[in-house]
């Protein structure tokens, strides 16, 4: 009954730019904290960045100065702007949502974890 939707990936050249975004829908009354995941192919799934509910963040070493982690609380929705984009940042990108606290069906309050469905990013000349 949570669900998170990116929007925004695609492909752009090397040194281009993007937004994604993430909204998490449903009866929530709160979301800890949310982040960006990545995975290309063959290797495994890594953190780019994160965002708590308070607005702290945390950058994966190789995202740092490059991209931008920003968070609307108020429609519980996750941005990444990356910028000077490489051919190595191409991956599917996920969006997490941590502790989200929400109102499921049978009016009880819960809290869960929750991925999105994945964008493709591809960088490419």
């Known amino acids: 009954q949570v669900q998170l939707v990116e929007s925004g990936g695609g492909l752009v050249q090397p040194g281009g730019s993007l937004r994604l975004s993430c909204a998490a829908s449903?009866?929530?009354?709160?979301?800890?904290?949310m982040g960006w995941y990545r995975q290309a192919p063959g290797k495994e799934r890594e953190l780019v960045a994160a965002i708590t509910s308070g607005g702290s963040t945390n950058y994966a070493d190789s995202m740092k100065g490059r991209f931008t982690i920003s968070r609307d609380n108020a429609k519980n929705t996750v941005y990444l702007q990356m910028n000077s984009l490489k051919p190595e940042d191409t991956a599917v990108y996920y969006c997490n949502a941590e502790r989200v606290y929400y109102t499921n069906r049978h009016g009880i309050r819960v809290v869960g974890d929750y991925w999105g469905q994945g964008t493709q990013v591809t960088v490419s000349s």
């Open positions: 449903g009866t929530i009354f709160s979301i800890n904290a």
